[in-house]
């Protein structure tokens, strides 16, 4: 059979099979075209099993023959990927070109746009490997689009297009993007040990990275085990692609020994994502003495009295603005209101205001007469200040 019987090539010059056409079942390629608001597509696939009436014709060599054929393509970053299946290894006397072929679904005909082609024997063509009967392609020699959703195998004659001795074709049908979640650690104070006062609730920080592609609304994280009783939290904003967001929840242990905690992380149209982590209780630390309390560089001021932290007050470097203007940097005071240290010493003490909107918070561990914690602040005009500090008592 003649190629031109089967294909009609468009009038488009070195572009080997560029333009051909090859009939294919519109049918199983609508449904996707309705989808105009769905996420973008990722990737496309199918079984190429549709066969011209005709070929392969009697008398055509197994080597020249397809047994099967399956093709992908990836627009990010132009991915044309296949596996073709021969019925028979050929020799130099059988031997054939294997063109493999993507395009747009127009009028009933797959319209090929670009072509990956190799000998069937010899050395393959460029990002194609050869292994027995089978051939597989794995090249991104060229662009390839997300509107390419037809494909066709074609074993031709070997240095023309006038004989066609088989061809298997088919739709490719859309993966679109979607996001994944990865809880990635759950931390208390910036560390993975998890050990914490019995009965009392602390805030662990839960780590969720969106590890796909597509991004979600609002995460939830929840926690649950035997021993433990966990409040959950959530985002307040989307997640995208490849970030990460730390969401806050609080843990109680009512357990005398290690607990296992099962956290899951769920957003809108995302499956949950679950992670298993150890909660161990933690002995009780010196209870912190009443006194004066400062910072060796004096610029961290504040006095516990009857186990609250009381007239707190840091003086940080704040740095306001930044991109597309250059940031400004002031040393401003901040200051914490009264706060009960809990009998845990752990210190999870956040300030919110709304007029003007802002966060402060202090993290960290009170003991005998020292204080080890992190200040941050962030406010109007995109201001904010970190700071870490020790504070050791220096009088009553």
């Given at each position: 059979?003649?190629?031109?019987?089967?294909?009609?090539?468009?009038?488009v010059s070195?572009?080997?099979t560029t333009?051909?056409l090859?009939p294919?079942?519109?049918?199983?390629?609508?449904?996707?075209?309705?989808?105009?608001?769905?996420?973008?597509?990722?990737?496309?696939?199918?079984?190429?099993?549709?066969r011209?009436?005709?070929?392969?014709s009697?008398?055509?060599p197994?080597?020249?023959?397809?047994?099967?054929?399956?093709?992908?393509?990836?627009?990010?970053?132009n991915?044309?990927?296949?596996?073709?299946v021969?019925?028979e290894?050929?020799?130099?006397?059988?031997?054939?070109?294997?063109?493999?072929s993507?395009g747009?679904?127009?009028?009933?005909?797959?319209?090929?746009?670009v072509?990956?082609?190799?000998?069937?024997?010899?050395?393959?063509?460029?990002?194609?490997?050869?292994?027995?009967t089978?051939?597989?392609?794995?090249?991104?020699?060229?662009?390839?689009?997300?509107?390419?959703?037809?494909?066709?195998a074609?074993?031709?004659?070997?240095?023309?297009?006038?004989?066609?001795f088989?061809v298997?074709g088919?739709?490719?049908?859309?993966?679109?993007?979607?996001?994944?979640l990865?809880?990635?650690?759950?931390t208390?104070?910036?560390?993975?040990?998890?050990?914490?006062?019995?009965g009392e609730?602390?805030?662990?920080?839960?780590?969720?990275?969106?590890?796909?592609?597509?991004?979600?609304?609002?995460?939830?994280?929840?926690g649950?085990?035997?021993?433990?009783?966990?409040?959950?939290?959530?985002?307040?904003?989307?997640?995208?692609?490849?970030?990460?967001?730390?969401?806050?929840i609080k843990?109680?242990?009512?357990?005398?020994?290690?607990?296992?905690?099962?956290?899951?992380?769920?957003?809108?149209?995302?499956?949950?994502?679950?992670?298993?982590?150890?909660?161990?209780?933690?002995?009780?630390?010196?209870?912190?003495?009443?006194?004066?309390?400062?910072?060796?560089?004096?610029?961290?001021?504040?006095?516990?009295?009857?186990g609250?932290?009381?007239g707190?007050r840091?003086?940080?470097?704040?740095?306001?603005g930044?991109?597309?203007?250059?940031?400004?940097?002031?040393?401003?005071?901040?200051?914490?209101?009264?706060?009960?240290?809990?009998?845990?010493g752990?210190?999870q003490?956040?300030?919110?205001?709304?007029?003007?909107?802002?966060?402060?918070?202090?993290?960290?561990?009170?003991?005998?007469?020292?204080?080890?914690?992190?200040?941050?602040?962030?406010?109007?005009?995109?201001?904010?200040?970190s700071?870490?500090?020790?504070?050791?008592?220096?009088?009553?």
């Amino acid at each position: 059979m003649r190629i031109r019987d089967l294909i009609t090539v468009a009038a488009v010059s070195g572009l080997a099979t560029t333009g051909a056409l090859f009939p294919v079942d519109s049918a199983a390629a609508a449904p996707h075209a309705a989808q105009a608001a769905a996420p973008p597509i990722v990737a496309r696939s199918g079984t190429l099993t549709a066969r011209p009436s005709g070929l392969p014709s009697a008398g055509t060599p197994a080597a020249r023959q397809l047994r099967s054929a399956k093709a992908a393509t990836r627009p990010h970053d132009n991915r044309a990927t296949a596996t073709v299946v021969l019925r028979e290894a050929p020799g130099s006397s059988h031997q054939a070109r294997l063109r493999m072929s993507f395009g747009v679904l127009e009028g009933g005909s797959c319209n090929a746009r670009v072509e990956y082609s190799t000998p069937t024997h010899g050395t393959p063509g460029p990002g194609w490997r050869r292994s027995g009967t089978t051939y597989t392609l794995d090249s991104t020699a060229q662009s390839v689009y997300s509107s390419y959703d037809c494909a066709f195998a074609a074993l031709t004659e070997l240095n023309g297009y006038t004989t066609t001795f088989d061809v298997l074709g088919g739709n490719l049908a859309p993966t679109y993007a979607s996001p994944k979640l990865k809880i990635q650690k759950a931390t208390l104070l910036g560390s993975k040990k998890l050990k914490l006062p019995r009965g009392e609730w602390v805030t662990l920080t839960v780590d969720v990275r969106n590890i796909g592609t597509y991004q979600t609304g609002n995460v939830v994280v929840r926690g649950k085990g035997k021993g433990v009783k966990v409040k959950s939290g959530k985002t307040s904003y989307a997640l995208y692609p490849e970030s990460t967001a730390s969401v806050p929840i609080k843990v109680k242990l009512t357990s005398r020994r290690m607990a296992k905690l099962k956290l899951t992380a769920i957003g809108p149209a995302t499956k949950k994502a679950t992670k298993v982590v150890k909660v161990k209780p933690a002995k009780a630390p010196k209870r912190i003495r009443d006194g004066k309390y400062r910072s060796k560089d004096k610029r961290v001021n504040f006095a516990v009295r009857k186990g609250r932290i009381t007239g707190f007050r840091i003086y940080a470097l704040t740095t306001c603005g930044g991109y597309p203007d250059f940031p400004t940097y002031t040393w401003n005071h901040y200051s914490i209101p009264k706060w009960k240290i809990p009998k845990s010493g752990i210190l999870q003490i956040v300030e919110k205001g709304r007029s003007p909107a802002y966060t402060a918070s202090l993290n960290g561990r009170a003991a005998g007469t020292k204080v080890k914690a992190q200040f941050s602040y962030s406010g109007p005009n995109r201001c904010r200040a970190s700071a870490g500090f020790t504070a050791q008592r220096i009088g009553r």
